[in-house]
């Protein structure tokens, strides 16, 4: 079946999803079933939220649907008509359009560019030409405010997003897939996003929303499927359900919403930091000028959407990347470019961002990793040798206390699931370094389990006394563990303050740039 | 009709081992097909190329010669290729052990006894292929420059230096005109098990240096910082570990080795240094495929090393006997080479077809 392609710009698509029906859908990956009789159906109009909990199977099904994998078994109806999607270029004849959670643009490119390649209607000379105007049309119809001659690599990550959806609508999408919209975006940009989505819904299209934050879910969305471990636990109408009951349903369990945070006067000062410049690795100065303190028995966040400096000032102060000018103190010992193993040696946890790329080696076993930032001192190692039945043992400890999901210890950590990589990280850490934990995102991407799991460890961590830098984009987080917050925006900190005397809505704005704040801080 | 590719699970040693199996034989019958351009069947030229290796004293005796200098290119290939990176320059790192232990074994030979001559010659036949070996490492890790070409280049460097050595300055004066240095004392020679070209030294530091370079990978701190570069190099940049230092640890022991390999030519074959073709006839490239089919364990090293050895004596064989020419052992072992490579796809992915 081929959707009739003229004037579908005008009239968005010949023909509109009215239904989709995914019946049966049944997918199983070595090891481990990802959909088992998934059923799911999307009226046009709505906004259907997917829930579930990493690893439950949101991704693996829209992937069934956008043609990227093949089910086992199982059907999928649009409007009534059994159709076989095999490629996302079927997909998007069908009228079916992904966003994906990384996005697929090229930065040297303008917007106009971007949207054009691919675009079949696109007229031979002057591509370009014709399409500003229409990308014209679309901020007008949606409020999808976008430069058609900006370059890409100048835009935020929420303009970003607006061109990934403009160019799904152009090749004709009516239902778009949205695989977490806003893990990139701030609450202001969120927001935008939400107001977008309710115009293209009042024009008929539909959107499936892939999430795992229940606040969204309640917001924005008509009805919600959750998913957990494969399976459909239920359909329902947001408006007749509750955030706990959703919680439950995704998890298993009551979950806990307010973490227990004990009031606790804060140490001396562990890590000190002033006026720190440092480069990344375009040779750009990435961090302009930082200074702040952090003290015992206390949780320092730094919030900021990703590549405002906060990966650099992690290296820099690790000792993983050369801090161009200011310094570094930590427990009054001088650490500006010193080696991360002179680092780790005064006790400094790191639990690294993008897990996976750098926290651990794929291919060696839990054991070998376990040991990744230990190996080369006592007792785990003796002169030039490994103490392999010494790293063993303490390796299968780690796995006991941190209860990490492996097979064994000498599993490959490749085969372990998100949640038990970190699980593994911060055993490995923390076991063996205590003065100083510096911990990047360490949530991203893991179920509400782990999550949960992991929060609490930082909390006990700052009882006991350690000095805790968490970096983050996730704003919950942030104020659920910080007991200070700094906003880092373009290489600076746009303010620092206590937990007490902020808001969301502030934080927000400081996040975008648009706010600063005076120094309330004592420090 | 469709095609799917997934992932597999975990796999067992033992079904690796039946893939290896398979790709060989998958190897030996594409190779085959090379004798079919000839005019000759296959099936009679393998048979050929097996009997005249494995198939007689004679051919064991050959076949052993020939597996001492792949046996230790290829031991220190695996260590290389541990940590990812990709020497392709142990022909030239087997050339310039040979260099130096053949200045030392004629300007030491004639006044100094075996004991003392031989462990030189070896010990500055490993520091020469160490040196040729140091070079691309620290030109990678520094200048970032790949590694491949360094190292490719630096074989034809060794290789041209060799040749105007023994066409000019080294040229012997008891060789009648031919490019050879003068022989060695007997001092500098290295005995054979008798009426075999086996020089047995060789052969044991050989299967000494396995074992030692099997514990090296596994139980060593070094060891173990260079798998962790080679599997993860921001892993290691996280970890702390000095990329410099290790890498030329690494290819000083990966060109050491393979000068050793060097040293056993000169000393236990030829007795002096010649042209390079005579010198090694590609052993430093034959020993990518030793180190591959043993997938990379040092100590699987000692038992591919003989097959592939065996292939070469067959490769003789088949030169002789049927006249064709040596390229053609060459042509196959490549294709056993991608063979053997290839299979990995097939066993880290399921593929199934449906209609």
Known sequence: MKPKRRNTLHSQG???????????????????????????????????????????????????????????????????????????????????????????????????????????EAPFFYPTRVIEERICDFTDRYGLKINPRAKILQLSAGEQQRVEIIKTLFRGASLLILDEPTSVLTPQETEELFSILKRLVEEKHSVIFITHKLEEVMEISDRVTVLRKGKVIATVKTKDTSKKELARMMVGREVIFQLERKKIEKGEEVLKVKDLFVENDRGLMAVKGVSFNVHKNEIFGIAGVAGNGQRELVEAITGLRRVKSGKAEILNVDVTNSSPKRIGDIGVAHIPEERIRFGIVPNLSVYENAVLRDYYHEPFSKGSFLNYPYIKEHTKKLVREFSIDTPSIETPVKLLSGGNIQKLILAREISTKSNLIIAAHPTYGLDVAATEYIRKLLLKKREEGAAILLVSEDLEEIFELSDRIAVMFEGKFMGIAPREKTSLQDIGLMMAGSKTLEEKDED | MKIKVERRGEISPKKRFVYLILSLIIGFLIGGLIFLFKGINPFYALQKIFVGSFGSIYGWKETITKAIPLMLCGIGLTLA????????????????????????????????????????????????????????????????????????????????????????????????????????????????????????????????????????????????EIRVIGENPEAAKYAGINFLKTTIIMMAI?????????????????????????????????????????????????????????????????????????????IFNGLILISVISINFFLEYKISIKR
């Open chain 1, 14 to 120: 010949g023909k509109k999803i009215e239904l989709l029906e995914m019946k049966n859908i049944y997918k199983k990956f070595p090891g481990v079933i990802a959909n088992d009789n998934v059923n799911l159906d999307v009226e046009g109009g709505e906004i259907h939220a997917l829930l579930g909990e990493n690893g439950a199977g949101k991704t693996t099904l829209m992937n069934i649907l956008y043609g990227i994998y093949q089910p086992d078994r199982g059907e999928i109806y649009i409007n009534g008509k059994k159709v076989t999607i095999r490629s996302p270029r079927d997909a998007i004849e069908l009228g079916i359009g992904m966003v994906h959670q990384h996005f697929m643009l090229i930065p040297t490119h303008t917007v106009a560019e971007n949207i054009s390649l691919g675009f079949k």
């Open chain 2, 254 to 330: 990966s060109g050491g080795i393979a000068g050793l390999a060097g040293v056993g030519e000169v000393a236990g074959i030829h007795h002096h240094l010649t042209t390079p073709t005579q010198i090694s006839s590609g052993y430093g490239y034959t020993a990518i495929i030793v180190a591959w089919l043993a997938r990379l364990n040092p100590l699987v090293v000692i038992l591919s090393s003989i097959f592939f050895g065996g292939i070469l004596v067959g490769g003789d064989t088949i030169q002789t006997s049927m006249g064709l020419p040596f390229a053609t052992i060459n």
């Open chain 2, 81 to 224: 290729f541990k940590g990812k990176f990709w020497n392709i320059g142990a022909d030239g790192q087997l050339l310039f052990g040979a260099l130096l232990a053949t200045w030392i074994g004629l300007s030491l030979g004639k006044t100094y006894p075996a004991f003392v001559v031989l462990p030189l010659m070896f010990v500055g036949g490993f520091i020469s292929g160490a040196f040729w070996g140091i070079i691309p490492a620290i030109m990678k890790v520094k200048l970032g420059i790949n590694e491949v070409i360094t190292t490719l280049m630096l074989n034809y460097i060794a290789e041209q230096f060799i040749q105007y050595l023994v066409y000019g300055p080294w040229k012997g004066k008891t060789q009648y005109g031919f490019p050879y240095t003068d022989n060695f004392s007997a001092s500098a020679t290295l005995p054979v098990i008798k009426g075999t070209r086996i020089h047995y030294p060789t052969l044991i530091i050989g299967i000494i240096l396995a074992i030692l370079i099997y514990i090296f990978i596994m139980k060593t701190k070094t060891g173990y």
